[in-house]
């Protein structure tokens, strides 16, 4: 099991950036994948952006591409999201995730084992 904590959320105007961490313990040796999801106030959790260490890619929503970017910094087990342009669109609760296997291209959408808290993000206009 990964335990998950996010941070970073907060309130931001439109077109403004924040970065979201994610700090990862416990068994983290199993994980090979970490995404970041959300979701808005009505509608279903959504993928954002996923980092898969075994293939070294980064993979991205249509609506994030290019505005977004996701890294990793190995030593501190944490995965970070730099969030640039934001939209008020942007709003919603992002949780990061972690899954064992490793992936690529859509295989990064889902089949992940364990989930943080969430960390509420809110983008005014």
């Known amino acids: 099991q990964v335990q998950l904590v996010e941070s970073g959320g907060g309130l931001v105007q439109a077109g403004g950036s924040l970065r979201l961490s994610c700090a990862a313990s416990g068994r983290t040796s199993s994980t090979n994948t970490m995404g970041w999801f959300r979701q808005a106030p009505g509608k279903e959790r959504e993928f954002v952006a996923a980092?898969?260490?075994?293939?070294?890619?980064?993979y991205y929503s249509d609506s994030v591409k290019g505005r977004f970017s996701i890294s990793r910094d190995n030593a501190k087990n944490t995965v970070y999201l730099q969030m640039n342009s934001q939209k008020p669109e942007d709003t919603a609760v992002y949780s990061c995730?972690?899954?064992?296997?490793?992936?690529?291209?859509?295989?990064?959408?889902?089949?992940?084992?364990?989930w943080g808290q969430g960390t509420q993000v809110t983008v005014s206009s």
């Open positions: 980092i898969s260490f075994g293939g070294s890619g980064t």
């Open positions: 995730a972690a899954k064992a296997q490793s992936c690529s291209n859509y295989g990064c959408y889902g089949g992940y084992d364990d």
